[in-house]
């Protein structure tokens, strides 16, 4: 059971961390627009309320995709006032607790997400400033996306909690 729930763990935080990997290319896109935007406007007098608004939609991508990588390369700020007084079994009580209940909330915040994007399409929603980029609904389609990718990384957290909450098994082969 153990070499299972590890598989699961592997297999999900692997998907995270390539979605991250590519997603911190946004990052480099953020920087040209910015740039861009900045040059043209200062140099040249040129502005675009479609590169503003881009600026925007690739800090938001960002930050939906970067939630779930960050948690997965341990990026999160854990304030430890009990937890450090806590011994390792009751630590791992209330890391298995926690990832469950990460789990749980991405996976119904990823839900409820889908009825906004739904919204968003069935109105086929743009910019409601003239010269703004049309089909938000692009964007909003990331919401689901990035809480699913979320959940998943969460469900890596749990398997590899109750690996160490449960313990392996010592002999080879045993699960």
Not at 23 to 31: K, M, S
């Amino acid at each position: 059971m153990a070499h299972r729930l590890e598989m699961i763990a592997d297999g999900a935080a692997s998907v995270v961390r390539t979605v991250g990997q590519v997603t911190a290319w946004l990052g480099l896109a953020l920087v040209l627009v910015v740039a861009g935007n900045v040059l043209g406007r200062y140099l040249f007098g040129l502005g675009s309320v479609a590169m503003q608004e881009a600026e925007w939609h690739l800090m938001a991508l960002g930050a939906l995709f970067g939630m779930s990588y960050g948690l997965n390369a341990g990026g999160e700020v854990r304030v430890d006032v009990f937890y450090d007084r806590f011994s390792v079994k009751t630590k791992r009580i209330v890391d298995t607790i926690s990832s469950a209940l990460l789990m749980l909330c991405a996976l119904a915040l990823a839900w409820l997400s889908i009825g906004y994007l739904e919204q968003s399409y069935s109105i086929n929603e743009g910019s409601p400033d003239p010269g703004g980029l049309a089909y938000r609904y692009l964007l909003k389609s990331a919401l689901p996306i990035a809480f699913f990718l979320l959940a998943l990384q969460a469900l890596s957290m749990l398997c590899a909690h109750l690996v160490h909450l449960v313990g392996k098994p010592e002999a080879a082969g045993s699960d």
